[in-house]
Every structure is written in structure tokens, then in C-alpha cells.
């Protein structure tokens, strides 16, 4: 199973126990109707710990599905649960969501607004494209993607490379000419692991990992990177 997550920057810094305690509170109840049923969909936050600077559970939601059966279309309820955690790093606190990016994004507004009752207090974080492109090159070895964004050629927006070795390449450098580094998929030099990574901070584990191994490579690996 392939891992994803994003990681987003806490524009204000709040003690971990009190972040708890109103995430805690945050549950919202809904009723809606699917093809004639009735259904009971339920949003909350659970399975909260709080250990030193970090701050992890789990955003669960219902949703209904129409599915087609034997003619009829039948509606069937589902849950999502996302993995998160808070992360205090140096001064700044980071949120990290552990699915694909829509979902991630979606949590992250939903977070915003319980903890801050409002949007925009939970935001992207970003990477610098210099950061990432340094990063980058300590994982010359085994780059397999390179997409390029912010492309000076007219009516071209993106460019991108794919292949072994890529950084040792002619094109590589003539490219970075040309725009800036958005997505790279690379093996780590310090996990041996092959992941995805691009500007905005959507992480994609290509390789077999537990989430806790997951967790550690964004904690010690990515944390830094941010702008």
C-alpha cells in the first residue's frame, strides 16, 4: 500500500494540551438521505496522545457511496480515517495529514476551523526551490521523476525528466535554465527508501514502510526543508 501525506505550517503556536482539549470537543453530526435512506454521517477527531512536542489521532468522516447492483443503484455508508499528527519543530508547529493530497487538504481546513474557528490559520507549507533542488542533488543516485515548474519557455509550463541517474544528465542542468524543481521522486541516501516530494510538501512513500517509518522520514527529513 502506497503511503501519502502533506505537511502544513500552524501559523500560531499553541501548547500541545490545549490543542488536544479542543480537538477533543470537535465533533460535527449530519443527516442526509441517499436514495430514499436515511443516514447519520459523523465527523470527529479520536485516539489523541500527546508525547514530548509531538501531538497525533486520527480525523475520522462518513460518507455514502451509490453503488450499482443488479439494476438498482444502492447506497452505502463508509468511514475515512487519516492518520495525523502535530509536530513542534524549532519555533514553528507543522501539521502533518497522512493521506492523498484532497483529503489532506480537506482535514487541514477542517482543523483550522476547530482549533481557530476559522479558515487560513492552517496553511501550505512550502520548500524553497533552492532547498529542494540542494536536497535534491545529496540524492543524485537514484532520481527516477524530475518535474519542473515556473518554465521560462514560451507556451511550455511544465517540463519534466524521467529515468536513472537523472541528475548526472545534460538536460538536468540545461532545464534548471529554464525553471525550477516542483516534484522529485528519489531514493534516500539516509533510508534507502523511495519516495515523492514536491515544493507544497505532499510526501508519496513508493517503498514498503510502516507509517511510523513514514512519520520519522517527515519529521527528520522534511521538517528541515521548509521555508
Not at 487538504?105 to 526551490?129: C, H, T, W, Y
Not at 521560462?152 to 524543481?181: C, F, Q, R, V, W
Request: aromatic residues 14%; proline residues 3%; negative net charge.
Amino acid at each position: 500500500m502506497v503511503l501519502a501525506g502533506k505537511v502544513f505550517l500552524v501559523r500560531e503556536n499553541y501548547e500541545l494540551d490545549t490543542l488536544a482539549e479542543k480537538l477533543k470537543a470537535f465533533k460535527i453530526e449530519t443527516e442526509t438521505t441517499v436514495e430514499d435512506k436515511e443516514f447519520k454521517l459523523v465527523t470527529e477527531i479520536t485516539d489523541l496522545s500527546v508525547g514530548k512536542g509531538t501531538l497525533e489521532g486520527k480525523f475520522s468522516f462518513d460518507t455514502v457511496f451509490v453503488i450499482p447492483h443488479r439494476g438498482e443503484s444502492v447506497p452505502v455508508p463508509r468511514t475515512f480515517e487519516a492518520p495525523f499528527s502535530f509536530n513542534m519543530y524549532k519555533d514553528r508547529m507543522f501539521l502533518t495529514v497522512y493521506d492523498k493530497k484532497n483529503r489532506a487538504n480537506n482535514i487541514a481546513n477542517e482543523m483550522s476551523k476547530a482549533i481557530f474557528m476559522s479558515l487560513g490559520e492552517v496553511v501550505e507549507a512550502r520548500i524553497d526551490p533552492e532547498t529542494l533542488r540542494k536536497f535534491h542533488e545529496a540524492n543524485f543516485e537514484d532520481s527516477k521523476v524530475i518535474f519542473f515548474s515556473d518554465v521560462d519557455l514560451p507556451n511550455i509550463t511544465k517540463l519534466s525528466l524521467y529515468g536513472a541517474e537523472l541528475g548526472n544528465t545534460s538536460l538536468y542542468s540545461d532545464y534548471l535554465t529554464h525553471g525550477k524543481l516542483w516534484y522529485i521522486v528519489f531514493k534516500s541516501k539516509a533510508y534507502g527508501y523511495v519516495l515523492g516530494l514536491t515544493r507544497n510538501c505532499i510526501l508519496t512513500a513508493f517503498s514498503r514502510m510502516e507509517l511510523s517509518e513514514f512519520k520519522n522520514f517527515v519529521n527528520t527529513q522534511v521538517f528541515p526543508l521548509i521555508t
